[in-house]
Structure formats: structure tokens, C-alpha cells
């Protein structure tokens, strides 16, 4: 059961007005590692969880609901960024370049569609998809995606601080980072506990018996130069501590040259003069067609 509080978690007040930037904000709201994304992805990996200690769930669903007071904050500062355009504004465009410039970055589904409000959608107008979401019922795997997800939703909004000089935005959005640095720890410190519980590699329950072990910590070098050899990952101990890398410079096909059969005629595949087409020759093709022509 979710309770919504009238204020909002943090400051959301423009300076000025700035519909293009309104445009730019979209981004964090409704794009692939927006808030909407996080929200929708903890928020399902809480519901469906099952882990028998019950702090993973409450976590999960502690954060996915601060995600919702995220969503709120961003859209109620693409609001009143867009407040007094795009009427007044094209009132005065005829007779200032600069804000006839302003109006024609402006996303005009921010006016035509919404009524001078947020969209559930990216900076380019793409809506926004549940596709973004992960949430697989391995928590290992999806910490990983949380932590993926906090990485470039924060790199994502330090890039939109840089791209405004507005008082008000830039401190919506330094709280915003502040955060993101608070979530990336936490999926950090959560994926360190679960590998201290179990196998590094998702999922652990599979017998490692069953992998081609032979190639299971082979750094296979697959272009020109030996560059990637210095890396970590192509020498000493395996990150999951069961092996040691072994880097190969020149990795050999291990398989078959894949040669597939001729399609059957009904399929009306490419066929050489000469070739045998299995399944069907042509006495069978005409007899199978008797009737079927066109009149």
C-alpha cells in the first residue's frame, strides 16, 4: 500500500523558465536509465522477490519507492520549466531572434500533448518502454543491472547539471547526484554480500562440471595486437578465485564448417542447375500442383 505526501522529497524550483532545457530534463524522467526505468525495475524486483531474508525485499522496495518521489520531483520541474511558453513566448518571437531560437528547440508535444507538462518519454520523444526493466528473480543478476542502471542514470544527470547555469535546477539535480552516489554503494555493498554467500558467477547453482572448462578462463585475443594481454582479466586468479586467466594470442576455430542441406522445393529456396533438391523432384512437384492453377 503506497501513500502519497504533498511535498516533494527535495526542491524542484527552476530560476527561470527554460522550455528547451524542459526538452533536455526528459531524459532523467522517461529514457532508458530515467527514473521511470529504476522505479519500475526495483519496484518489480521487490514484489517478485523471494529470498527467505526478508531485508533484501524491504530494501528493494525502500529504494523503488524513493524512485517515485524521483519521477515526481523531475516532472514537476519540466512543468514549471515550460511555464509562459510556448503562447507568450511565440508572441515575442517575431521580434527577438534569441527567442525564436529558444522556441524552436522546444519539444512542441510539450505544449500540443501534455498542457505544458512532463511526458513519459525520452529527450527524443520515444516513449518510454517496460523493456528498460530487469527483474529476473536472481538477485546477484540483478543488483548487477541496479548497479549498471545507477551508474549511467548518474552519469546522465551530471551531464544535464552541466548544460544549465540555473540556481534552482542545479540544485534539484545536485541532490538528485547525491543519491545515485548513495544507490551505486548500496548495490555495491548488497552484490558483495550475496558473493560472500555464494559462487561470483550468476547463476551458482549450475554445476560448473557441465561448462567446457577448457575455455571457461581463456581470454581469447580477437584482434590485431596484444594490447588486452596486459589487463587484469588475462592473468593470475580468476575473479571467482576458482582459476587462474590464461590469455591465448591466437584462438583456433574449434568447430565444424557449417554446410546446411538444400531447402525443399515447396520452400522455393535457390537451386543450381544440376542440384538435387531432397524431398521432392519434379514429377512429384507437378503432380502435388495438379488443379491448383490459376484460370
Known amino acids: ?16 523558465p527554460d522550455p528547451v532545457y524542459a526538452k533536455k530534463l526528459q531524459e532523467i524522467l ?14 518489480f524486483q521487490g514484489w517478485n522477490c523471494r529470498a527467505a531474508d526478508d531485508k533484501y525485499k524491504d530494501m528493494i522496495l525502500d529504494i523503488g519507492t524513493e524512485e517515485i518521489a524521483h519521477v515526481e520531483m523531475i516532472a514537476t520541474m519540466i512543468a514549471q520549466l515550460l511555464d509562459g511558453a510556448p503562447a507568450r513566448v511565440q508572441d515575442e518571437a517575431a521580434k527577438d531572434p534569441t527567442v525564436e531560437a529558444v522556441l524552436g528547440g522546444m519539444n512542441p508535444q510539450h ?29 546477484l543478476a540483478d543488483f548487477r543491472a541496479n548497479l549498471n542502471a545507477e551508474s549511467q542514470g548518474r552519469l546522465q544527470v551530471v551531464r544535464l547539471y552541466e548544460m544549465t547555469t540555473d540556481p534552482g535546477v542545479r540544485d534539484m539535480l545536485s541532490f538528485l547526484i547525491a543519491r545515485d552516489t548513495m544507490h551505486q554503494n548500496q548495490w555495491m555493498a548488497a552484490i558483495e554480500e550475496l558473493e560472500q554467500n555464494q559462487k561470483a558467477i550468476v547463476p551458482s547453482t549450475f554445476p560448473q562440471a557441465l561448462e567446457k572448462q577448457e575455455v571457461s578462463y581463456s581470454f581469447m585475443n580477437f584482434s590485431d595486437g596484444e594490447e ?11 575473479m571467482d578465485g576458482q582459476a587462474n586467466f590464461e590469455y591465448v594470442a591466437k584462438p583456433e576455430a ?42
Open 1 to 16: 500500500m503506497f501513500f502519497h505526501t504533498k511535498e516533494l522529497q527535495y526542491n524542484a524550483k527552476p530560476s527561470n
Open 30 to 43: 522517461g529514457g532508458q536509465f530515467g527514473e521511470m526505468s529504476v522505479m519500475m525495475q526495483y519496484l
Open 111 to 139: 505544449a500540443i500533448v501534455a498542457g505544458l507538462g512532463a511526458k513519459p518519454e525520452d529527450s527524443v520523444g520515444y516513449p518510454w518502454t517496460a523493456r528498460y526493466t530487469i527483474s529476473s528473480g536472481n538477485l
Open 228 to 238: 588486452s594481454s596486459k589487463g587484469r582479466w588475462a592473468s593470475g586468479p580468476s
Open 254 to 295: 574449434m568447430g565444424q564448417v557449417p554446410k546446411l542441406n538444400p531447402s525443399p522445393a515447396y520452400m522455393h529456396g535457390t537451386t543450381l542447375p544440376g542440384q538435387i533438391v531432397p524431398g521432392m523432384n519434379q514429377a512429384n512437384y507437378e503432380d502435388n500442383h495438379k488443379g491448383n492453377e490459376l484460370h
